[in-house]
Each structure stands twice: as C-alpha cells, then as structure tokens.
Nanobody
Framework: QVLLVESGGDSVEAGGSLRLSCEIS?????????AAWFRQSPGLEREGVAM?????TEKYADSVKGRFTISEVRNRLSLEMNALKSEDTAVYYC?????????????????????WGQGTQVTVSS
C-alpha cells in the first residue's frame, strides 16, 4: 500500500504564490514511474497540471507553463505555483504510477495512476 498526503493548500490573492507538497510513503514502496499533480474544479473533470517521471522529465499543462514547477526530492513531490490566477482555483491531487505500463499512456490519463492523495484546496481570489 502506498500513501500520498498533500499539504500546502490555502487561499491567496491573484498574482500570489503557493507551494504544495505531497509525501509519498508505504511498505514496499520503491519508487514511481510517474508522479503528477491533477486538479478538479466544481462541475469540471479532473485535469492534469504537471508530471515528473523517473527520468526526471517534466510535463505541464499549457495553462500553467511558465508559472508552475514540479519537483521531487526524497519522496516529497512539490508543486511551486506562481502568478496564480482565479482559474487556478481547484482541489489539487497528487498521484503516482508504480507500474511500468503507465509509461505507454499519456500522462494526462488519470486512470493510468495507481495511487492518489486526498486533495488540498487552493482558492485564488481576484
């Protein structure tokens, strides 16, 4: 079993910054093939925000390129968010894929991830 616990969600004004963290742990956890951040706003589908794989390749949604940065150090996945906009308001989830087969699929496919955190709320006011 792998456990993901997010933290860092908050309410900020537009233009501000936040840093989200996700601690990955669990018996037998030996690493991921992909780790990612997704977000979901009310009435909308969950969407991929950023991904990092075991080769340290990073991918970003077009809507956050140049503003968000994903990183991972010692099983702590982070998402640095700058120049926040009201449309960034959402519940943010971290996820990881521990099976190699995930690499044959798009990182944006949420069902390619094996484990998810419980989510952390980010609210950006304009």
């Amino acid at each position: 079993q792998v456990l993901l616990v997010e933290s860092g969600g908050d309410s900020v004004e537009a233009g501000g910054s936040l840093r989200l963290s996700c601690e990955i742990s669990g018996d037998g956890y030996t690493g991921y093939y992909r780790a990612a951040w997704f977000r979901q706003s009310p009435g909308l589908e969950r969407e991929g925000v950023a991904m990092i794989d075991n080769y340290a390749t990073e991918k970003y949604a077009d809507s956050v390129k140049g503003r968000f940065t994903i990183s991972e150090v010692r099983n702590r996945l982070s998402l640095e968010m700058n120049a926040l906009k009201s449309e960034d308001t959402a519940v943010y989830y971290c996820a990881c894929a521990v099976k190699r087969r995930a690499l044959s699929r798009s990182w944006l496919e949420s069902d390619s991830y094996d484990y998810w955190g419980q989510g952390t709320q980010v609210t950006v006011s304009s």
